[in-house]
């Protein structure tokens, strides 16, 4: 089975704060994303990347950054976490292109900036 | 352009009683289609995925799906609700880009009543 996992289920972080999120998945899988997940907001696309260095802006790109060193991480940076970035927080992974675009999720983190 | 519609915000139903969740989609190409389910602070599941072959999807926990392209509809049902079956769950649709191109349903919360 793919595992896709999210160390960190539930942070609370102060304004100002950076905040690392991390994501791993374990097969080999190229395309990692970044979703925000907000009540009658929906899931929303802020990052995501095709491979290793590569990365590409989604919907909501602003006040975050990725980073993608290795194939099978892929990690998501609030450099000052602010009140209005408190939310839920969902990792993914796919295969590459021409494939069904199935999604691969981890359990998600939890963000509270205070 | 692609979009998809959940057309109820919330569905109640009792334990035992037939679920239906419905989904239209729009979408210039064919694409593939996904129900994927998600309980209480955790990760989205994938439930079923139609991807052009079988118009009637079998999922995992009883569900299953039709793909219905007169109506671009892709309705969720299942014979009968269980508890365990509260949740919220999202129709997806996408183009087959390895989740590039990837739209969320707003999502319909299931509720079961004993």
């Known amino acids: 089975d793919v595992k896709v996992t999210q160390s960190s289920r539930y942070l609370v972080k102060r304004t100002g704060e950076k905040v690392f999120l991390e994501c791993v998945q374990d097969m080999d899988h190229e395309n990692m994303f970044w979703y925000r997940q907000d009540p009658g907001l929906g899931l929303r696309l802020i990052y995501f990347s095709y491979d290793v260095k590569m990365k590409e802006k989604g919907d909501i790109p602003e006040g975050y950054s990725v980073s993608r060193e290795k194939k099978e991480r892929f990690s998501l940076i609030l450099e000052s976490a602010s009140t209005n970035q408190t939310s839920m927080y969902l990792c993914?992974?796919?295969?590459?292109?021409?494939?069904?675009?199935?999604?691969?999720f981890g359990e998600g983190s939890r963000l509270t900036v205070l | 352009a692609q979009s998809v519609t959940q057309l109820d915000s919330h569905v109640s139903v009792s334990e035992g009683t037939p679920v239906l969740l419905r989904c239209n989609y729009s979408?210039?190409?064919?694409?593939?289609l996904f129900w994927y389910v998600q309980h209480p602070n955790k990760g989205l599941q994938l439930l079923l995925k139609?991807?052009?072959?079988?118009?009637l999807v079998k999922g995992i926990n009883g569900f299953e799906a039709e793909f219905k392209k007169s109506e671009t509809s892709f309705h969720l049902t299942k014979p009968s609700a269980h508890m365990s079956d509260a949740a919220e769950y999202f129709c997806v649709v996408s183009l087959n880009t390895g989740g590039f191109k990837t739209i969320f349903g707003a999502g319909t919360r299931l509720f079961v009543k004993a």
């Open positions: 979408s210039s190409y064919s694409p593939s």
């Open positions: 993914a992974s796919s295969l590459p292109e021409r494939t069904s675009g199935e999604l691969f």
């Open positions: 139609y991807t052009s072959a079988a118009t």
